[in-house]
């Protein structure tokens, strides 16, 4: 074991290249599993890091949307996944981006996700021992008590590698939601995350799903993904009038822009529910009409990555409905490991919902 080595992909600052860089893979601490990453797609987060509108402690491993294959289980792991199949050598696997203590109260909570100390796959500095941490790299050393899933063989490796972030993600908005039967949903941001929030809300049974974007392209893709409706916020010159005749009871933001949640807002009838997933990053504080959000008995609920349910829930939905929606086009491009730095700068010009990092062929 300790005579292994594998590569990874070194991010150091906004405007400097990725390095690759060659290192020993240390033997396994206790209750470790050692994973070989088959493909990470490059989440928005990512692409924030990169652009520096996000800070990391670097030198760091970018990438958290991975999907791999067992290589060595230490012998203090339970051996078993958290649906209890028994885990082994070889089983592909996804695995939540966060890991903590068991003990820790927020994870009784329901909110694992905001433990103290709370390890994240991805986000973490390289140090001497805790080097194989991230996507971009041959292998990930999970650490003790992370939550790992089993995967279907026959899931496609650039769509298991979307379950640990965006996937799990919108599970946790759908949760925050309630039931979605008969409803009528509105989703501002037709990113990946918007894309997924309209075929959940699809199979969950919603009316009406109405999808709002600045980019016309995007807007043609929801379509596909379960959206009824498309409307351009740039060009549709009565959206407020249209969306007041739909009736909306459910909004997702998944954009993260201000005009976009106040829209949305406004957009809900009596009793609605908001759910904001997208502002993951600074923006100007939005003006919301009190009066309005009281006499309407309007919800807004906040969500930041997920709960260990949501993850299975991501799981579930993506092995049984991965066919019946374009999964399979939301990877518009791969590259090689090596290539990481083309592949971010492709992301970064293109806007595509993601691109993939073929590892370990
Ligand atoms: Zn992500």
């Known amino acids: 074991m300790q005579f292994m080595k594998g590569n990874i992909m070194v991010f150091e600052e906004t405007g400097k290249r990725l390095t690759s860089e060659e290192r020993e893979i240390p033997a396994l601490r206790s209750g470790e599993v ?26 760091t491993v970018l990438g958290h949307e991975i999907v791999g294959r067992i290589v060595a289980i230490d012998k203090n792991h339970p051996g078993i996944d958290m649906a209890g199949n028994t885990l082994a050598i070889g089983d592909l696997v996804t695995w939540a981006i966060f890991c903590s203590a068991p003990q820790e109260n927020w994870l009784s909570k329901g909110m694992p996700q905001k433990s103290e100390d709370l390890f994240k796959y991805g986000h973490a500095q390289i140090t001497t021992e805790d080097v194989f941490h991230g ?5 990930c050393m999970l650490k003790e008590h992370t939550c790992i899933l089993k995967v279907p063989d026959d899931l ?12 799990a993600t919108v599970a946790g908005a759908i949760r925050l939601a309630g039931p979605l039967e008969g409803k009528n949903i509105l989703i501002t941001g037709l990113g990946l995350l918007g894309n997924i929030a309209a075929a959940m809300s699809k199979v969950a049974g919603a009316k009406e ?11 043609e893709g929801s379509r596909a993904f379960g959206a009824g409706f498309a ?17 909306i009871d459910i909004v997702f933001d998944m954009s993260g822009s201000p005009d976009a949640i106040e829209l949305g807002i406004e957009s809900l009838g009596i009793g609605g529910i908001a759910v904001w997933a997208g502002a993951v990053f600074k923006t ?26 949501d993850l299975q829930y991501a799981l579930n939905f993506i092995a049984e409905q991965h ?12 590259f090689p490991l090596e290539e990481a730095q083309e592949a971010f700068e492709y992301a970064m010009q293109h806007r595509p919902l993601r691109v993939g990092i073929k590892l370990n062929p």
Request: aromatic content about 8%; proline content about 4%; glycine content about 6%.
């Open 34 to 59: 050692l994973i070989k990453n088959l493909y990470t797609t490059i989440c928005g987060s990512d692409l924030h890091t990169f652009a520096g509108l996000r800070k990391e402690k670097t030198p």
């Open 209 to 219: 799903i109405i999808a709002v974007d600045v980019i016309t392209d995007r807007l």
């Open 323 to 334: 066919q019946h929606f374009p999964f399979s086009t939301v990877v518009s491009k791969e």
């Open 284 to 309: 100007r504080k939005i003006g919301i009409d009190a009066e309005q959000v009281i006499r309407k008995l309007i919800t807004i609920k906040g969500l930041h990555n997920y709960n260990f349910g």
């Open 156 to 167: 496609p490796l650039p769509i298991a590698a979307t379950i640990n972030c965006a996937l």
């Open 135 to 139: 996507g971009l790299s041959e292998y």
């Open 231 to 247: 409307y351009s916020s740039l060009e549709e010159a009565n959206l407020r009038e249209i969306l007041a005749n739909h009736k």
